[in-house]
């Protein structure tokens, strides 16, 4: 079986590897879509991202979905051919986190396409690969590029869920890449009145304006574009950080009111925080870290035509032209989401 393994940074080699046969409780999948994550990039264009470096050849890939091939003895409900959306969130269920709660904070996760730990955790960008049954959420009604956005969508419900009540709230959502956009859908979803969106790149900002965004501001163009929210104690109740940048977090943060709440979900490295601003006006910040339940509730939430992410979807390239695919995911002004096609959908 072919899979797709990062050695360095712009290090990418197409390779074989074994794939094992299901045990109980297990299936295996043949790969039909794999979405190119954001981390995926950081992996290719820099080796890793903040402390977080490759020390081993790694398969990268962690957005995927594909028909189930031979489930293992005791496995029931899936049927070979069925669709699935595969789980990437891989808890050990017996630490202390995952005890007390917090699968997603697992001390012993295996999350596919993961640097983290050493060995790495190998990831999803394979022609086929055997997982637990449990992993697997039927994705009946959706094609296998949507049920691959099922992991990303998920993150973004965690983000929006750590928020707290969304009702009529006004979020500020900085960085409009897939999970920027994505929090826009989800924000909206959970009852958000006002949403503003900002990025750098115009394109970015088209597709918030299609996922619903009431005002997209470019921070390029015009840098003071949050003024006027920015006027007095600030005026907004929720940011979702996005982007990963400095400059970023500290504009949202002056536009939000006293007692309102930062998500930080953007993930490049540590950060100066305006902390004057975050104690005087009784701001709290609040960290968003993948996922678990979340994932299901993702792919039922597609099912139902309750968020449409088709929307994001701009490329896809068989797994032969990766290098292709990687480039294309690279460049904001072409793309919003790249995918590899694994076989038939």
């Known amino acids: 079986m072919r899979a797709l393994?990062?050695?360095?940074?712009?290090?990418?080699?197409l390779e074989t590897c074994e794939t094992a046969a299901p045990g109980p409780g297990e299936v295996r999948v043949d790969l039909v879509r794999g979405g190119i994550c954001g981390s995926d990039l950081h992996y290719y264009n820099h080796g890793g991202f903040g402390s977080v470096r490759l020390r081993e050849p790694m398969i990268l890939g962690h957005e995927v979905a594909g028909r189930v091939a031979e489930p293992g003895p005791g496995v029931e409900g899936l049927a070979p051919g069925t669709l699935v959306a595969i789980s990437p969130s891989r808890p050990c269920g017996t630490c202390g986190e995952c005890l007390r709660g917090l699968p997603n904070q697992c001390l012993d996760m295996r999350f596919y396409g993961s640097a983290m730990p050493f060995p790495h955790i190998q990831g999803a960008f394979r022609d086929s690969l055997t997982v637990r049954a449990e992993q697997c959420i039927p994705a009946d009604g959706l094609s296998a590029a949507q049920a691959s956005m099922a992991e990303p969508l998920s993150v973004c419900l965690h983000a929006v869920r750590r928020a707290g009540e969304m009702l009529g709230?006004?979020?500020l959502v900085t960085g409009c890449g897939p999970i920027g956009i994505l929090t826009i859908l989800a924000a909206r979803r959970a009852g958000a009145s006002e949403i503003i969106a900002t990025d750098i790149a115009h394109e970015a900002l088209d597709f918030a304006r299609q996922a619903g965004a009431d005002v997209t501001l470019n921070t390029l163009d015009e840098?003071?574009?949050?003024?006027?929210?920015?006027t007095g104690k600030g005026s907004l109740d929720v940011l979702f950080e996005c982007s990963g940048a400095e400059p970023a977090l500290r504009?949202?943060?002056?536009?939000l009111r006293p007692r309102g709440i930062v998500v930080?979900?953007?993930l490049s490295g540590d950060m100066a925080l305006p902390m004057m601003q975050v104690t005087a006006k009784e701001l709290e910040i609040r960290g968003t870290f993948r996922f678990h339940e979340e994932f299901a509730i993702a792919v039922r939430m597609m099912q139902q035509g309750?968020?449409?992410?088709?929307l994001l979807l701009t490329h896809s390239f068989p797994l032969a032209e990766f290098s292709a695919a990687f480039a294309t995911a690279n460049d904001r002004t072409k793309a919003m989401k790249v995918q590899l096609e694994f076989g038939e959908a």
Not at 223 to 230: G, H, K, S, V
């Open 5 to 13: 393994f990062a050695y360095a940074a712009r290090d990418l080699r």
């Open 223 to 230: 840098p003071d574009a949050l003024a006027p929210y920015q």
């Open 169 to 171: 709230r006004r979020v």
């Open 306 to 310: 309750l968020i449409e992410t088709s």
């Open 264 to 266: 930080q979900a953007g």
């Open 251 to 255: 504009g949202g943060i002056a536009a």
